[in-house]
């Protein structure tokens, strides 16, 4: 442990790839020391670990754990304090994501999708609360544009993001003044990996009124927001999704 570091420290859920990959280099770049929490992506959270460690040594953290156990949600708030002394920012970015229509829907499927979108950003911010309290830190949850917006034949899934837009709200409450709490929802900002499908791809951008797909560093940007020092902004949801949620 460095008691006396001086860069802040954050977590961030399912940072192996994609959005959660971006947000931990983008932090990195501010000077953020970062923990990479991961599932089954090991390859690619070592890789993006040693690229941040060769810049700036032991300043990333490869960290496995399934975050729907909520002993791992503990043991990876401990360790992270144990490694730098401190957590500054809490990003709550894993997620699972399929349909599960009216009918076929079953008791795993609502397990796992209430776990990583809702019982995981509850249990990992209760047991950073005292570090982030002491730290005057941020906690960010993703969320999703379509937890105010029906998705056909995602019950689940929407219920649990919607669930997560209440819990934002309610530990923003909670935990104040000394914790910021706040949701991004974003709209497309990346296709589904392994989906293919052109034609989709398309009709969807149709369907913004910006006329395209978002990019991780817009996410990336509504994080550097929120956590600005001074910030008088809490218990808010931003959409980040080219207007695709006012239609």
């Not at 909520?70 to 990003?91: S, Y």
């Not at 993001?161 to 309610?170: D, E, F, N, P, Q």
């Not at 990346?190 to 969807?204: I, Q, T, V």
């Not at 991780?216 to 959409?239: C, E, K, M, T």
Request: proline residues 6%; contains cysteine; aromatic residues 6%.
């Amino acid at each position: 442990m460095d008691p006396n570091s001086v860069n802040p420290v954050a977590i961030i859920t399912g940072a192996a790839v994609r959005i959660g990959a971006a947000l931990a280099r983008s932090l990195h770049e501010q000077a953020f020391n970062v923990v990479i929490n991961y599932h089954r992506s090991e390859d690619d959270a070592r890789a993006v670990a040693t690229s941040m460690n060769e810049i700036r040594p032991d300043s990333a953290l490869a960290v496995a754990g399934d975050v729907r156990d909520i002993t791992v949600c503990e043991q990876l708030a401990k360790r992270t304090q144990a490694w730098h002394g401190r957590i500054d920012l809490l990003i709550n970015n894993a997620s699972t994501f399929y349909s599960t229509p009216i009918g076929s829907a079953t008791p795993g499927q609502w397990e796992d999708l209430m776990g990583t979108n809702l019982k995981a950003p509850f249990f990992l911010s209760q047991a950073c609360a005292p570090a982030l309290k002491q730290a005057r830190g941020n906690i960010i949850n993703i969320v999703d544009i379509y937890a105010l917006k029906s998705l056909a034949n995602y019950p689940i899934y929407t219920t649990a993001k919607a669930g997560l837009v209440g819990l934002t709200r309610s530990l923003a409450n909670d935990l104040a003044p000394d914790i910021r709490v706040n949701g991004i929802a974003p709209g497309s900002i990346l296709w589904p990996s392994g989906d293919n499908d052109e034609a989709a791809k398309a009709g969807s951008v149709l369907s913004i009124p910006l006329g395209r797909m978002g990019d991780p560093s817009d996410i990336a940007h509504a994080v550097h927001y929120f956590i600005r020092p001074g910030n008088f902004v809490s218990g808010q949801i931003l959409a980040i999704d080219g207007a695709a949620s006012i239609i």
